[in-house]
């Protein structure tokens, strides 16, 4: 379910934003995952994670 749209280039949000730990499913939370890392290599967006376990910032380019 999409809540709300994206502007354009510069907007940032973390995963668990885009993914709620509690309404998602490992699965879930793994296949959106596995798209943000695709869409990262085609650089139109940016992910950023300081350490281990810290949460995983996204930022549209």
């Known amino acids: ?3 709300q749209t994206l ?8 995963f668990d934003t885009v ?3 509690l309404t998602s ?3 879930v939370a ?4 596995y798209h943000c890392l695709v ?4 650089d ?4 950023e ?10 930022a549209i380019i």
């Open 7 to 14: 502007s354009g280039p510069g907007i940032r949000l973390t």
């Open 49 to 58: 994670q300081q350490n281990a376990y810290d949460a995983v910032r996204i």
């Open 25 to 27: 499913t490992r699965h």
């Open 44 to 47: 139109l967006i940016r992910l």
């Open 1 to 3: 379910m999409q809540f």
């Open 19 to 21: 993914v709620p730990t």
């Open 39 to 42: 869409l990262a290599t085609k």
């Open 30 to 33: 793994a296949a959106a995952f």
